[in-house]
């Protein structure tokens, strides 16, 4: 097996693991008699919390909460991405010019301020990790459409096309497969999955502030924990003699899902 088949086989295999989490979360999590702090041996397959509630079902939980958002940023950045690449293709210097406009003023924009303002004015019934990721691919496209433009203008441009047509290729075949599928799919990829991995951090970041501050989240249901309950859960045992080590590694585990996830995908869509 190839390095890049190796890489498509671990990123599918991530997904899998994140949707399945997503598809079969509980809407709450039960405690369980006697199993307070329970280690993964006594508890399987996680452990449990201080109320005896299996630490499995802040796993699936946490993935509900980041699973849509996260792919629907990383769609939309992908769709800017290449919509860049292909209007630096089209040549036509207006649409050039509003789309360098949007990138300079979008990316002079700071993301975190930006989200944080964004999510103390939503209003509570809309509130939820989707509108903060919507907002978070809008600010991180000015860099992958950037990035595509650079890549169509390096390729030819106006002048690629044209000397494509000139050969008899239809213009469908040539900016969707000459240039998205060949030249442009590294790029979008990248971002689109370095954008996914964002979100997931953000949700994570946003959630342990709110946990550390004893404040409503910002991501999701009161009802529902993030993967930052785990971390949070677990860094009480660093400072102090609570048995909650497991909860930590589990929540990094799941972290770190994610970011393998994004570098295989990298990977997997590397140009030849």
Avoid at 40 to 49: L, Q, S, T, Y
Avoid at 84 to 98: D, F, N, W, Y
Avoid at 188 to 211: G, P, W
């Amino acid at each position: 097996m190839n390095k890049r088949r190796l890489a498509l086989t671990i990123a599918l295999t991530c997904v899998g693991l994140l949707l399945l989490g997503s598809f079969t979360a509980p809407e709450r999590l039960s405690p369980v008699s006697g199993a307070e702090y329970a280690l993964p041996m006594e508890a399987p397959p996680f452990g449990a919390d201080a109320r005896g509630r299996s630490l499995l079902g802040y796993a699936l939980q946490g993935a509900q909460i980041v699973a849509g958002p996260a792919f629907l940023a990383a769609v939309l950045v992908g769709l800017l991405a290449t919509l860049g690449g292909l209007l630096r293709c089209a040549g036509s210097e207006r649409l050039v010019t509003i789309v360098n406009g949007f990138r300079e003023v979008v990316g002079a924009l700071p993301r975190m301020v930006v989200i944080l303002v964004v999510a103390l004015l939503t209003p509570p019934e809309w509130r939820g990790l989707g509108v903060l990721a919507v907002f978070w691919a809008i600010l991180a496209a000015p860099g992958a459409i950037d990035e595509a433009s650079a890549v169509a203008s390096r390729i030819g441009g106006a002048n690629f096309v044209e000397a494509l047509r000139a050969h008899g290729f239809t213009r469908p075949r040539i900016y969707l497969y000459h240039i998205v599928a060949l030249n442009l799919r590294p790029v979008i990829v990248r971002h689109a999955s370095e954008t996914l991995m964002q979100v997931v951090f953000l949700e994570v970041a946003l959630s342990y502030l709110a946990l550390a501050s004893d404040e409503p989240s910002f991501t999701h249901l009161e009802s529902f924990h993030s993967w930052a309950d785990l971390l949070y859960m677990g860094y009480t045992s660093l400072i102090l003699d609570v048995p909650t080590m497991h909860a930590l590694l589990l929540g990094l585990g799941l972290v770190g899902v994610t970011a393998v996830l994004s570098v295989s995908v990298t990977a997997s869509a590397r140009a030849r």
